[in-house]
């Protein structure tokens, strides 16, 4: 039975070792496995996790036959054991690029729209006045990119919170919001036409993102709620230069934001279909952590983010080339 725990004390006698540990218990949930990813006995992996139990005084783990399993109070622990030991990491890789005479670094993360405009604008102002720092860029959808952020593994991301997992820790500042339009090349049979249907663009071949996105349940959603079938000829992609490409040398067409694709639009290679297509994504934003210090590298991405951003999205804007 573990014992009341000492409380803050107690806590703050964990050390880096029993955090590791306790990532490799949770992704091996085997003490022996775990100990062999730690590079240590199995003993010693068990002597460690009863340390962190006797710390804080409860358990962390139930054992069975199969392994263990965390419990509640393991996962809690879990989790902030990833951020603590990530921002470890990342303290480490600042201190080496100070050493090195660099100013730090950022690690960004971004929905394809921002990921096409507002980020490789703003990370071209911060470069201009800082080039030593580093700044690392991932696009992807909001949810995994805001695991990623509670996490500890971004420092900011330009996206939505798409639940209430995590809500409480992040904030969020509003940026704009992503109407889409059904995107063809220049030259595609539905460009010549003046009025286009719904049931036009069901016969279409599209590209798509993948099933599981949100995106892709509100196309859907379109078809379906207008008694429509959902199109089968379909390319299941998220990668936007696999879009581009496919949209240039194809008749497929796509549901994306028109900034985008500007560059296109504005060069003739591609058209905007003259049609409402009813598929409008949540506003996105900037998302940090409430908790959260940033670096003196992140700090000047933010600042250049939010001068960008109020360039960009002021109302009569033109369409960012």
Not at 37 to 42: F, R, V
Not at 125 to 140: N, Y
Not at 222 to 247: C, D, K, M
Not at 255 to 280: C, D, F, K
Request: aromatic content about 4%.
């Amino acid at each position: 039975m573990v014992q009341p725990a000492t409380g803050w004390f107690g806590a703050t006698r964990l050390k880096t070792r029993h955090l590791a540990l306790l990532l490799h218990l949770y992704e091996q949930r085997s003490v022996l496995r775990a100990a062999e990813a730690a590079n240590m006995t199995q003993p010693a992996a068990s002597k460690l996790l009863a340390e962190m139990e006797s710390l804080l005084g409860v358990p962390l783990f139930e054992r069975h036959a199969r392994g263990v399993e965390p419990t509640w109070y393991g996962q809690v622990l879990i989790r902030r054991a990833r951020s603590a030991l990530s921002e470890i990491g990342r303290a480490h890789d600042e201190i080496a690029a100070l050493r090195t005479g660099r100013m730090g670094q950022a690690a960004i993360g971004t929905v394809v729209n921002p990921g096409t405009t507002l980020v490789p604008q703003a990370i071209a102002a911060v470069k201009r006045d800082f080039p030593d720092i580093l700044i690392k860029v991932e696009m992807d959808y909001s949810r995994p990119l805001v695991a990623r952020l509670l996490d500890g593994q971004l420092d900011i991301v330009v996206g939505r919170i798409m639940g209430p997992e995590g809500a409480a820790e992040l904030d969020f500042e509003p940026l704009a919001d992503e109407p889409h339009a059904v995107i063809v090349r220049e030259g595609h049979p539905l460009a010549r036409r003046e009025a286009i249907s719904h049931a036009d663009l069901a016969e279409q071949g599209w590209i798509l993102p993948p099933e599981a996105s949100v995106l892709r349940n509100r196309v859907d959603a379109v078809f379906l709620e207008r008694g429509l079938p959902l199109p089968q000829n379909i390319v299941e992609t998220a990668s936007l230069p696999v879009i581009i490409h496919l949209l240039r040398h194809s008749d497929l067409l796509t549901a994306l934001p028109a900034e985008s694709v500007g560059p296109y639009l504005q060069t003739g290679q591609m058209r905007v279909l003259p049609i409402e297509l009813g598929v409008r994504m949540e506003c996105f934003g900037i998302v940090r952590r409430r908790d959260q210090l940033l670096s003196p590298g992140a700090e000047r991405v933010l600042e250049a983010l939010r001068l960008t951003a109020r360039r960009l999205y002021a109302p009569g804007a033109p369409l960012p080339a």
